[in-house]
């Protein structure tokens, strides 16, 4: 049943009407759920951020511009950043345009540079596998750890019929999909990446090996010809 969403609704004797876009711990939720909204405020918020850097950049060493780069910037970039999994390619472009503005007043780069070379060289995941590495990161936790109770009950362990070498390498139950919607649910989309990693990446025995592995296979993707 469609609602009319002119009118809003009563509650407590007060009308309280609908909007468009909702903000929840600091995220844009906007009602289809594109994240179009929560895109452009990030892009706004570190855009400004950028050319206060850009005007103190001289008097800051390298290390100490890479630090409040990562500090107030990169993690504007990563916070919440699982939520944009299969978000519009339009969406990506404009985080990654901004982190390749980063990378420029970092470097202190002119705006023709080339921001490819530069992220490499200031070993930045770009913003697609930024976050494919938090939602992979969140999996092996819920994995290994079967926390928090919510995430864990949205996936389950394959069961294979008979023994197998790949046994010890945890591969998740992969559900079908009837939508690119269901698609980017943490259901569908975590077994799907879990289960593309090598199985040497899955079986690491620590998360601070599996963030290592996870890192250096994403970053050879990205800047390997």
């Known amino acids: 049943m469609a609602v009319d969403t002119s009118i809003g609704i009563t509650a407590a004797g ?5 909007s468009d876009a909702v903000k929840l711990l600091g995220v844009n939720l906007d009602r289809c ?22 005007h103190i950049r001289p008097r800051l060493t390298l290390d100490a511009a890479k630090s409040v780069a990562a500090s107030i ?5 990563d916070y919440c950043n699982s939520l944009l999994y299969g978000t519009s390619q339009r969406n990506y472009d404009r985080l990654q345009r901004v982190q390749n503005a ?10 023709r540079s080339g921001a490819t070379e530069l992220r490499r060289e200031l070993h930045w995941l770009p913003i697609r ?3 494919e590495f938090k939602l992979g ?3 092996r936790k819920v994995i290994y750890t079967g926390t928090p109770g919510y995430l864990a009950s949205a996936i389950s362990l394959q069961q294979p019929s008979r023994s197998l070498r790949s046994s010890s390498a945890p591969l998740l139950l992969q559900p079908f999909a009837p939508s690119n919607f269901c698609k980017n649910s943490f259901s569908t989309a975590v077994p799907a990446l879990w289960n ?7 079986n690491t025995v620590t998360l601070t090996a599996f963030r290592s592995d996870f890192k250096t296979l994403l970053f050879n ?3 390997t010809p």
């Open 14 to 18: 007060s009308n309280i009407k609908f």
């Open 33 to 54: 759920l594109t994240m179009d909204s929560h895109v452009a405020s990030v892009v706004r918020s570190c855009n400004f951020h950028i050319r206060a850097l850009r």
């Open 73 to 77: 910037v990169g993690s504007r970039l």
């Open 102 to 111: 980063l990378a420029r007043a970092v470097t202190q780069a002119s705006w």
């Open 129 to 131: 596998q930024r976050v």
């Open 137 to 139: 990161v969140i999996a």
């Open 196 to 202: 593309r990693l090598p199985s040497s990446t899955r």
């Open 221 to 223: 993707r990205a800047y």
